[in-house]
């Protein structure tokens, strides 16, 4: 399968050999070899959940692996945290940043090693200043460095937190670190895009980085080699110069999945009644004006890298967050925006991707969780009748095949599938009519996904119009009657998805990177 | 993202410097550190100057005020900190019923022949500060909240004062610290110069040295902190210990003045310290301000009170005004962006 060896050699900097890691009910990691050279900037690219995050939080010591082993340099090494990987000379660059908004350029850059800027335990500041423009000279920013970090733009955070990285590990005195920048365009304009590139290749004299990003073509550009990354587990590495785009989308995307395996053959054909429709919503900075619509008992699947949109429109639909232009119908009601009682109060569910936090009240239990949204209906003479508030949720558990020792049981005590369950019954008790269902099998056992696709087809059937963002793209495929595919803020192109007349994933890919 | 157009000249000067909306205000404030306190003491300051014809610019007056905001600007300063960590302190009233009653048995007095004479002075830090040291351990190890661990705090120590004085006045016949207290250089109240060059000591702390930087890190994000490597359990209890001896050196000097130590001392003085802080501009949610913003916060609350006492406003007007003050200057500090929903 593999047309070059994971082998290290005498210029490797950090290689991992064999790494496995298991979360409850997932295999994030199985088995996977990485290594990384001087010099080298290696680009890694896998569809969301391919293990790239937990690789990578293992290799700066956030995660610990179950098996296998980190080699430093030919040393074997445990790193314990991410302060330990530092000063064995691996620091990473997080999407979101590590900076501290309150504190100026030249406080983050010395941040906890300020012993060279003291004197009689006071801190000179223009010590401080001078050191932080020297050092950020080598990164080719020329910023004023008493700035707060919130003024600066995010390229040029970028670019501190790579020259803290730089300094650090040369302080701790290793040669030719290893920098994981993960997804560190997302938040760039293109200008600035351009610029991080052109740094980026002048980092690499002394240091080795890891670059990770859903935009293919800039990996293609700016790596000397790819690694791919399937389902946890590694698929090949391409030299770039001998890389193809449609090559590598092809083995991100793989294709092995068993036609029934999202029930296809359950697919109904959808009513003629359009149960949503969205007309010129927009969102400034987040989508362009778009419109579609969404039939009774349709899934339409919603796809596209994170941060293309898709999330921010289910938002507005849901209510959660206010359009700046359009409207949303759902029958012929026009709903107002930015409110999320008044879309819950027309029928429109929301099953959101972190269920933890946002889908159900975990220190309530499975019976007051399933009742919360039609606690009216279950009222006798004005009170909450305890009895009617029993059979209802007895109903649903069972319609559902929640898996609960009693129906007092906390939601907290339940398997990541059966809490997802619980919230889909939720919505199905209150008669939703159209379900936004935002990554339904995240975090989810195979067993359960199985169960939630069966769920899912049974909502259609009920005539329940669905908009669903899902964790792979087959999923998407297999799930959806249609899909609507979004690129940076755009609603590119919409696809027929009937279960005679599936698409290919690869046929997708190339209009989402 | 959005470019301000260069052109327009006054006109875009203007906006970019005065904000029209309530966020950008907020942003403006932050940025500008001391500066829209300054401006509120200035318009304060000439309301009432106009308000009294001129008395409130009387140079006893000026010394009223600053002699009136010594002390709970010594009390902010020892508060703040523990703000801008991201917690809070609420022993404040505790802490400073406690010192009273110590300060009344130690110092010389007609109930017992104790005389510690000015030992008074590091025995007071001390009590303070081993009240911020149990906060500390409580906020740290036991990982309670700033704010239940210091209010439990504040009826312990308090139930402990009451215990100990008996709720007796004892009156101080010592009268070395009132004399310094109500004593004046070049018509400056001492005690305002003693509050100045406290709030210097801690301000160069916060900005010159590394205990300082980290008290801001991790007010800022307390797990980036932690990963870059700051001992933020320690830092915690320093500050929580630091805060606490400021209050006891503030009580010391609130006894003497008041010539009388009594475990009641403490009662009312949470508020108006809350208040110094807030409108100094310390944000709630930790990370930003310092000891000047508490100092001109008790500056500013002390001015708005005295002016209020001047033009012979309703005492139960002056508290609301207070209260309105507070809500007003927290709704401009605080970031909301930090807390995700209020509790």
């Known amino acids: ?513 | 993202m959005t470019e301000v157009s260069s052109k327009g000249g006054a006109l875009s000067w203007l906006r970019e410097r005065f904000p029209a909306s309530f966020a950008a205000a907020r942003t403006w404030l932050r940025r500008f550190g001391i500066l829209p306190q300054i401006l509120s003491l200035a318009i304060i300051v000439g309301v009432f100057a106009i308000g009294t014809k001129g008395k409130y610019l009387s140079w006893a007056n000026i010394q009223t005020i600053l002699s009136l905001a010594a002390i709970p600007a010594i009390y902010a300063i020892g508060l703040h900190q523990t703000i801008v960590l991201g917690g809070i302190d609420l022993s404040v009233q505790g802490v400073a019923s406690l010192c009273a009653v110590f300060v009344g048995i130690l110092l010389k007095n007609q109930y017992n022949s104790y005389n510690v004479g000015l030992w008074i002075i590091p025995i007071s830090l001390a009590i303070g500060g081993a009240a911020g040291v149990i906060s500390g351990l409580l906020n740290t190890g036991l990982r309670i909240p700033s704010f239940m661990a210091t209010l439990g705090m504040s009826w312990i120590l308090y139930g402990m004062a009451v215990l100990i004085g008996k709720a007796v006045n004892v009156q101080i016949l010592d009268t070395r610290i009132e004399n310094f207290v109500s004593a004046t250089l070049f018509g400056i109240p001492q005690i305002a110069i003693l509050a100045v060059l406290i709030a210097v000591i801690v301000q160069m702390v916060q900005d010159r040295t590394r205990f300082g930087r980290y008290m801001y890190a991790i007010g800022g994000d307390e797990v980036i902190a932690k990963q870059a490597g700051v001992k933020v359990k320690g830092i915690k209890i320093a500050v929580f210990t630091m805060a606490g001896a400021i209050y006891g050196l503030a009580s010391l000097l609130l006894a003497c003045r008041l010539g009388w130590a009594t475990s009641r001392m403490g009662a009312g003085l949470l508020f108006p310290t809350i208040t110094a802080v807030t409108v100094g501009g310390v944000a709630l949610t930790g990370g930003i301000g310092g000891a000047k913003n508490a100092v001109l916060g008790a500056l500013i609350v002390t001015a708005l009170n005295d002016g209020l006492v001047l033009m012979q406003v309703s005492p139960y007007i002056q508290q609301a005004v207070n209260g309105v003050v507070l809500i007003v200057a927290v709704a401009l500090t605080l970031d909301r962006k930090k807390l995700g929903f209020i509790k």
């Open chain 1, 1 to 513: 399968m593999s047309d070059t060896s994971y082998g290290a050699n005498q210029d490797t900097v950090v290689a991992v050999r064999q790494i496995t890691k298991v979360f409850p009910g997932v295999v994030a990691l199985d088995r996977v070899d990485l290594a990384v050279h001087k010099n080298e900037v290696v680009g890694l690219v896998g569809e969301n959940g391919a293990g790239k995050s937990v690789l990578m939080k293992i290799m700066i010591g956030l995660e610990q692996p179950d098996e296998g082993t980190i080699v430093l340099r030919g040393e074997e090494t445990t790193l314990r945290d991410p302060s330990d990987a530092i000063k064995n000379g691996i620091g990473m660059v997080f999407q979101d940043g590590s900076l501290l908004p309150n504190l100026s350029v030249k406080e983050n850059l010395f941040l906890c090693h300020e012993a060279d800027f003291r004197k009689v335990g006071i801190l000179s500041l223009r010590a401080m200043r001078d050191a932080a423009r020297e050092l950020l000279k080598r990164v080719k920013l020329d910023i004023d460095v008493d700035l707060p970090v919130t003024e600066i733009s995010p390229a040029e955070r970028q670019m501190v937190e790579i020259a803290r990285l730089l300094w650090l590990s040369q302080q701790y005195g290793k040669e030719n670190p290893l920098l994981i920048l993960d997804e560190p365009t997302t938040v760039l304009a293109d200008a600035e895009r351009n610029r991080l590139f052109s740094i980026l290749q002048d980092i690499k004299k002394q240091a080795s980085v890891i670059l990770i990003s859903h935009r293919l073509q800039e990996i293609l550009e700016n790596s000397d080699r790819i690694v791919v990354l399937k389902d946890g587990k590694n698929v090949t590495e391409i030299p770039a110069s001998k890389a193809k785009l449609s090559r590598i989308e092809q083995l991100m995307v793989g294709h092995t999945f068993s036609a029934d395996r999202f029930k296809e053959d359950e697919q109904a054909t959808p009513g003629k009644v359009e149960i949503l429709s969205v007309k010129n919503l927009s969102k400034a900075g987040l989508f362009e004006p778009l419109s579609f619509t969404v039939r009774q008992g349709e899934i339409v699947g919603l796809v596209g890298l994170v941060g293309s949109g898709k999330e921010a429109v289910c938002n507005c639909i849901a209510g959660l967050d206010k359009a700046d232009t359009g409207d949303v119908f759902l029958g012929e009601r026009k709903l107002p925006s930015g409110s999320p009682s008044a879309a819950v109060k027309a029928g429109i569910g929301h099953i959101p991707i972190d269920r933890r936090s946002e889908g159900l009240a975990l220190m309530m239990s499975v019976a007051e969780n399933v009742n919360l949204l039609v606690l009216d209906r279950l009222k006798t003479a004005g009170f909450l009748s305890p009895a009617r508030e029993k059979k209802n949720a007895q109903y649903w558990i069972s319609e559902c095949q929640i898996k609960t020792p009693s129906i007092g049981t906390l939601c907290a005590n339940l398997s990541g599938g059966n809490q997802q369950k619980t919230v889909i019954s939720k919505w199905l008790s209150s008669r939703v009519r159209l379900l936004i269902l935002d990554h339904p099998t995240r975090g989810v056992d195979v067993g359960a996904k199985d169960e939630i696709y069966k769920l899912i087809r049974r909502l259609a059937k009920e005539g329940i119009g669905m908009l669903i963002m899902c964790d792979t793209l087959e999923e998407d495929i297999g799930l959806a009657n249609r899909m609507l595919v979004m690129k940076d803020g755009r609603l590119v192109k919409e696809i027929e998805s009937s279960s005679q007349k599936k698409p290919s994933p690869q046929d997708i890919i190339g209009l989402i990177v």
